[in-house]
């Protein structure tokens, strides 16, 4: 499990929520302004529910993040991206690398 955090928030919540929940493999967060992007790895028998267990983290850490865009993802693409983006030299341009992910994955939900 792997977060960044680019704000004054306690990130221990997030991280008991990712490590309570059986299901998951791994997980990477960002933690930027006022937006959470992560992305999970599920486990190989839970990959039929992928979307559940999103709703679930996404609802999760809404609750304990009441200020925050939640995005969590167990899309492999976003897994990638969240990935580069912690690694990402130039930090200012983050939150508009940020806003381009959570679209992508907005996007792909719906479908």
Do not use: W
């Not at 929520?17 to 028998?45: C, M, N, P, Q, Y």
């Amino acid at each position: 499990m792997h977060i960044q955090n680019d704000t004054d928030e306690d990130v221990e919540k997030a991280e008991k929520v990712f490590e309570d929940d059986d299901r998951l493999l791994s997980a990477i967060a960002i933690f930027h302004e006022k937006e959470i992007l992560s992305g999970v790895t599920v486990k190989t028998f839970s990959r039929f529910h992928k979307a559940k267990i999103e709703k679930e983290l996404t609802k999760k850490l809404e609750n304990l993040y009441e200020d925050f865009e939640v995005t969590v993802s167990a899309d492999s693409k976003i897994i990638l991206e969240t990935k580069k983006l912690i690694d990402l030299e130039d930090k200012d341009k983050l939150p508009q690398k940020i806003k381009e992910r959570c679209k992508v994955n907005q996007y792909r939900q719906r479908k």
